[in-house]
C-alpha cells in the first residue's frame, strides 16, 4: 500500500524557515515526480514546487520561487522542502504528492499519490 506520510509543519515568524519532509512507502519511487502542493483555507490547492527523479529538473510557483527548495533522497524515497523567509501568506496545509512520469506537471490533477497535509503557520 502506498503511503505518504508528511512531517516538519508548524509556528514560524515571518522571516523565518521550516523544512518540510514527505517519506514514501510502498513502492519504488525513484523514476516518480515528486511535488509539493498547498491549500489555504478557502482556496483551492495549488502547486508549490515539483523535482524529477534525477533531482536536476525542478520547477517553483512564481509566490515561492529564491525563497522555497526542493530537494529528494531516492535511497529514502523522501522529498523535500526548505521553505526560508517564510511570509504569512505561505499559511496552508502543505501536501506531497507523487505524479508517475516524467513530466513536471504543476496541476494536481496529474499527480497520483498523496499525503494527508502538515499544517504551516507563519504570523508576524
Known amino acids: 500500500q502506498v503511503q505518504l506520510v508528511e512531517s516538519g509543519g508548524g509556528l514560524a515568524q515571518a522571516g523565518g524557515s521550516l523544512r518540510l519532509s514527505c517519506a514514501a512507502s510502498?513502492?519504488?519511487?525513484?523514476?516518480?515526480?515528486m511535488g509539493w502542493f498547498r491549500q489555504a483555507p478557502g482556496k483551492e490547492r495549488e502547486f508549490v514546487a515539483a523535482?524529477?527523479?534525477?533531482?536536476?529538473?525542478?520547477d517553483y510557483a512564481d509566490s515561492v520561487k529564491g525563497r522555497f527548495i526542493i530537494s529528494r533522497d531516492n535511497a529514502k524515497n523522501t522529498v523535500y522542502l526548505q521553505m526560508n523567509s517564510l511570509k504569512p501568506e505561505d499559511t496552508a496545509v502543505y501536501y506531497c504528492?507523487?505524479?508517475?512520469?516524467?513530466?513536471?506537471?504543476?496541476?494536481?490533477?496529474?499527480?497520483?499519490?498523496w499525503g494527508h497535509g502538515t499544517q504551516v503557520t507563519v504570523f508576524s
Open positions: 510502498g513502492r519504488d519511487f525513484g523514476s516518480d515526480v
Open positions: 504528492a507523487v505524479s508517475p512520469g516524467l513530466r513536471l506537471w504543476v496541476s494536481p490533477s496529474y499527480y497520483e499519490y
Open positions: 523535482i524529477k527523479w534525477n533531482s536536476k529538473n525542478k
